[in-house]
C-alpha cells in the first residue's frame, strides 16, 4: 500500500503565495480560507538581514494530535498516511483545531472543520497534488514513501541529513519533511 | 500571520468550563457533608443536593451552543473515542446530569414524593400500597438513607472526575503551552470545589435564609463551610504557584505564555480578579472569620451576612475569570515553535 509523504525545500520557496491560490482552486475555498499558509518570518536588521518561508500545510502526521482528540471519530488517520475530516460526523467543536500544533486546520462556513488532504482524490487518479504543480521553483516533493525507487524516497534517502521535519519534538511524527539549507 | 491569532473557543467555553466545576463542586461538597455528618451537616448536604443538576445543564447548554453544528451534538453519544478527552467528558457529563438529578430528587422534602402523583387525592393518610407506586415507595420511603449514601458514593468520584476532566480537556494538547501543564487540572478541581462550597453558602445564607435555624445550628454549619474554604484557599494558592512555576521551568514557548499573566494582557484579569479577589480577599476574610476560634478555641463571630456576601461573590467571580483567562489565554499563546 502506497504511503503517501511530501518533501518541503524552503530554500527554493521565494513566498509568490501561488499554492495557497492553487489549492483555493482547486479546494473551492472561499478567499479568507486556506488549506495551506506562508509562515515569514525576518532575522536582523539590514544589511545584515535574511528572511524565510515556510510553506506549512496538514503534516499527515503518523501519530497526529487532532485524530486523537476528535470526540466523534470525524478525523481519521487512512492507511495510505492521509489524515482527512469524514465532514457528515463533523459536529465542529474545533478540539482538532487546540490540538493541531501546526494551525492549519479550519473552520468551514458550513460548520465543519476542514484541511489539506493532500489532494487525494486526484492523487488516486495518478495527478499531483495542486501547491506541487503549481510550485515554479519546485520547492514540493510528493510520492510514495513505502516505495524505495520512488523520486521523493530516493531524495530522503540521499538528503537525510539535511531533512527536519516540522515540531518533531512533539513526537507528532510528520509526513512532510522540510529542507532547511 | 506573526502577532494575530484565531480565537476558536470564546467565553461560552469559559462559562461551561466554571458552571461544570460549580456543579461538580456542590455535588463533592454536599457528598463529603453527608459522609462526616449526615445528621449535623444536614442542610449543607442539601443545599448542595439542590444546586448541583442546574448551573451543570446551563453548561451543557452552552457547550451545545459553541458547537458549530449543535444540531448533530448527539453523534457524541453514539461513540466513545477512547483516545479523546472530549469524548470521555460527554459520557462523564451524562452519568454526572443523571446522577445529580438521582441525588437532587433524594434530598427533596416529602411532598415532593413522585409517589404522590400516581395518589388519588382520597388516598391521602392511607398507608395502602398499590403495585403501580411500590417501586416508587421502595425507593424514596423504605431505603431513603441508604439510597442517599450509595449515590453520594458513586457520585463522589464521578463530581471529582468532572473537576478535573474540564482542566485536562485543555491540559491535554501538547500544542498549547498554556494549557499543557499538569497543574490545570488541579488548579480546576480546586476551583471547581470552592466555588461550589462558595454557591453552598451563597445559597444558604441569601436565598434559603436562617429563618428558624438555631445559633448553635448556625455555627455548626458556617464552621464547616468556612473550614472547607480555608483549607482549598490555602491548596489553590499552592496549586497557582506551581502552575506558574512549572510554566517557567519548561521549554521556551511555555514561559512565552507565562509573560501573558506576568506583564501581558492577562495580567490584571489574573493577578487582580482570579488571585486577589478570588483567593485572597476571601481567605482574609476566612482568617478573621475564623481565627479566634482556633486560636482562642472561642465560639464563631456573629454572623455577617456582607462577610458571607463578599466571600461568596468573590470566589464566584474569581472562578469564573481563571476559566476565562485560561481559554483565551491558552489560544493567545504563541504555538510551540520549532
Known amino acids: 500500500m502506497a504511503h503517501y509523504g511530501m518533501v518541503i525545500d524552503e530554500t527554493k520557496c521565494v513566498g509568490c503565495y501561488a499554492c495557497r491560490v492553487a489549492c483555493q482552486n482547486q479546494n473551492n475555498l472561499r478567499a479568507h480560507e486556506a488549506y495551506n499558509h506562508l509562515e515569514e518570518r525576518e532575522y536582523g536588521t539590514f544589511p545584515d538581514y535574511t528572511r524565510e518561508f515556510l510553506p506549512v500545510q496538514c503534516q499527515h502526521c503518523d501519530n497526529p494530535p487532532c485524530v486523537h482528540v476528535c470526540p466523534t471519530g470525524a478525523s481519521i488517520k487512512r492507511p495510505d498516511g492521509v489524515v482527512l475530516v469524514i465532514i457528515n460526523d463533523c459536529i465542529g467543536c474545533k478540539y482538532c483545531i487546540a490540538a493541531c500544533p501546526y494551525n492549519v486546520r479550519i473552520i468551514k462556513n458550513e460548520g465543519y472543520v476542514e484541511k489539506c488532504r493532500f489532494c487525494i482524490e486526484f492523487v488516486e487518479k495518478g495527478i499531483e497534488p495542486a501547491c506541487m504543480t503549481t510550485c515554479m521553483t519546485g520547492v514540493r516533493l510528493f510520492g510514495d514513501l513505502d516505495d524505495p525507487d520512488s523520486e521523493i524516497s530516493r531524495y530522503i534517502a540521499r538528503n537525510r541529513h539535511r531533512l527536519r521535519q516540522f515540531k518533531g519534538e512533539l513526537n507528532t511524527r510528520p509526513r512532510i519533511y522540510y529542507r532547511k539549507g | ?338
Open chain 2, 1 to 338: 500571520m506573526e502577532g494575530t491569532y484565531f480565537v476558536f473557543w470564546n467565553w461560552l467555553v469559559a462559562v461551561y468550563l466554571f458552571v461544570a466545576g460549580v456543579s461538580a463542586g456542590c455535588f463533592a461538597v454536599s457528598a463529603i457533608a453527608y459522609f462526616i455528618g449526615p445528621k449535623v451537616y444536614q442542610d449543607i448536604s442539601r443545599i448542595g443536593a439542590y444546586i448541583a443538576p442546574f448551573p451543570l445543564l446551563v453548561g451543557i447548554a452552552c457547550l451545545i451552543a459553541d458547537l458549530e453544528r449543535p444540531l448533530i451534538f448527539w453523534k457524541l453519544m453514539l461513540t466513545l473515542q477512547v483516545a479523546s478527552v472530549m469524548s470521555w467528558g460527554a459520557w462523564l457529563l451524562l452519568i454526572f446530569s443523571a446522577l445529580s438529578f438521582i441525588y437532587f430528587y433524594l434530598w427533596l422534602p416529602e411532598r415532593f414524593d413522585l409517589v404522590n402523583l400516581f395518589k388519588k387525592p382520597a388516598d391521602h393518610g392511607d398507608d395502602v400500597e398499590t403495585a403501580s407506586e411500590s417501586f416508587l415507595y421502595k425507593l424514596r420511603r423504605r431505603n431513603l438513607k441508604k439510597l442517599k449514601g450509595w449515590i453520594a458514593l458513586i457520585g463522589l468520584p464521578v463530581a471529582l472526575m468532572v473537576g478535573i476532566y474540564t482542566g485536562v480537556l485543555l491540559g491535554a494538547l501538547v500544542a498549547r503551552p498554556f494549557w499543557n501543564n499538569p497543574m490545570l487540572p488541579m488548579l480546576f478541581l480546586v476551583s471547581a470545589l470552592k466555588t461550589g462550597t462558595a454557591s453552598i453558602c451563597l445559597y444558604g445564607c441569601f436565598i434559603q435564609g436562617f429563618g428558624g435555624m438555631s445559633q448553635e445550628k448556625m455555627e455548626t454549619n458556617k464552621f464547616l463551610v468556612h473550614s472547607l474554604d480555608f483549607v482549598l484557599m490555602v491548596l489553590a494558592i499552592i496549586t497557582i504557584f506551581l502552575f506558574i512555576f512549572g510554566l517557567y521551568v519548561s521549554p521556551r514557548s511555555s514561559v512565552g505564555a507565562a509573560l501573558l499573566i506576568m506583564g501581558g494582557p492577562y495580567t490584571f484579569a489574573f493577578w487582580g480578579l482570579v488571585v486577589v479577589l478570588g483567593i485572597f480577599i476571601p481567605l482574609c476574610l476566612e482568617i478573621y472569620e475564623l481565627l479566634p476560634h482556633f486560636i482562642r478555641q472561642a465560639a464563631m463571630r456573629e454572623h455577617n451576612p456582607w462577610i458571607s456576601g463578599i466571600i461568596t461573590i468573590a470566589v464566584l467571580i474569581g472562578g469564573y475569570f481563571l476559566r476565562h483567562v485560561v481559554v483565551y489565554g491558552g489560544q493567545a499563546a504563541e504555538l510551540v515553535s520549532l
